[in-house]
């Protein structure tokens, strides 16, 4: 494993401690639905340093799980995927409802994005190995 690639391991692994700290507070939900896309984003970008792909200075987890996918498989559920993708957009306008399209995120719906986050860094560990 390179240290870019270790890099950017280290830098997810502070976004899932990030969101699982922030879950314990009700009112911090899309701050840590935010985390967790940053999570994803950067365990992707690790995938793709490891293949010495290009990594374009994108946020869109869907676009990068794609480049991904043409080099390695990773098994995930794209539909709680596209969730966490809505995070990073909404999180930029504070006029909008919240950060999913039902509004601000709940805690369940926080630990549901963690165990993605949690079981992609899984899967994520044993390409690197």
């Not at 391991?9 to 507070?25: R, V």
């Not at 709680?80 to 909008?96: F, G, M, Q």
């Not at 719906?109 to 079981?119: G, L, P, Q, R, S």
């Amino acid at each position: 494993m390179t240290k870019q690639v270790k890099q950017w391991i280290d830098f997810a692994q502070t976004d899932i401690a990030s969101a699982k700290k922030l879950n314990e507070d009700k009112s911090l939900t899309q701050t840590a639905a935010f985390h967790c896309q940053q999570a994803v984003e950067k365990m992707f970008k690790a995938v793709l340093e490891y293949h010495q792909e290009h990594i374009k200075k994108i946020h869109n987890l869907e676009i990068l799980y794609k480049q991904c996918s043409e080099k390695q498989t990773i098994e995930i559920d794209e539909t709680t995927l596209k969730e966490i993708n809505e995070v990073y957009i909404d999180s930029r306008y504070p006029s909008d409802v919240g950060l999913i399209p039902s509004g601000k995120p709940s805690t369940e719906t926080i630990e549901k994005f963690i165990d993605f986050v949690e079981d992609l860094q899984e899967k994520i560990k044993k390409i690197f190995k």
